[in-house]
């Protein structure tokens, strides 16, 4: 009787067992077949980085602007940052796990002391069901520990994730998301968040649909004046602070 309970207690357990690591390795084999896929849309952007840093190799401890097509598209940006060292790679249609993916390739090389983050966007957006806001930040916090790993000095700013019109219905994640980044950064040495969503609206809080391409996602010019308005004093003393504490280790050397 004993022998007959544990077989029939045995095999659910075993068939669950076979079910589940089933689940796993077709979840993990879409998901590799997901990275690949997306690799071969970024692979572009990343070739063109490095023409360019061959053809004007980068100074190292400098700003580094990261992200996602927000950024990207910001091409004006090291004029509007002028005279602050800013390099811009975003790059396209990138998600939160695409920034560790490359963070070799996009962060390493370039040992910035300032970097500046935009990502998540597409992340809240991706896919029928919006996913869990603190499933989105934590790939952001990871970023932030990583980049605290490799260079404890260098600071990150996290620029809000925008409230655009393409996506009212999910703008209660899109505030989740935020917040939850706000209370990080709040709480994080080195760290500021800077919100560019009141850019966004008029005095009633609408949308300035002015601001925004057709896809009522990305931006004309005039959206990036507002944005380095509002960014560019929090970088301006961010790298203040890295030059002052260059200072004071070249002087006690």
Request: some cysteine; proline content about 7%.
């Amino acid at each position: 009787m004993k022998t007959w309970l544990t077989r029939w207690l045995v095999i659910p357990a075993i068939f669950a067992w076979a079910v589940s690591t089933a689940v796993f390795a077709a979840e993990k084999k879409s998901s590799q077949d997901d990275a690949e896929a997306r690799w071969k849309r970024f692979e572009p952007e990343f070739v063109a980085f490095g023409e360019a840093d061959r053809a004007t190799p980068p100074v190292q401890g400098k700003i580094l602007f990261v992200g996602s097509s927000i950024f990207r598209k910001w091409t004006s940006v090291t004029e509007q940052m002028a005279p602050l060292p800013v390099l811009n790679r975003a790059f396209g249609g990138s998600r939160t796990p695409d920034q560790l993916a490359r963070f070799a390739q996009v962060v390493t090389p370039y040992a910035p002391k300032v970097i500046v983050y935009y990502c998540g966007s597409n992340d809240l957006k991706a896919d029928a069901v919006a996913e869990n806001p603190a499933a989105i930040f934590s790939r952001f916090r990871e970023f932030s520990e990583r980049v605290r790993a490799a260079q404890p000095a260098t600071r990150i700013i996290f620029v809000s994730s925008t409230r655009s019109p393409d996506r009212v219905e999910r703008w209660e994640q899109v505030d989740h998301y935020n917040a939850l980044a706000r209370a990080y950064c709040s709480a994080t040495p080195h760290h500021a968040f800077v919100d560019i969503n009141p850019t966004l609206v008029d005095r009633n809080g609408h949308p300035r649909l002015d601001l925004y391409l057709a896809d009522k996602l990305h931006f004309h010019p005039p959206a990036y004046v507002d944005f380095t308005r509002v960014i560019k004093p929090v970088l301006t003393r961010m790298w203040a602070e890295v030059e002052a504490e260059t200072v004071a280790k070249t002087t006690v050397r």
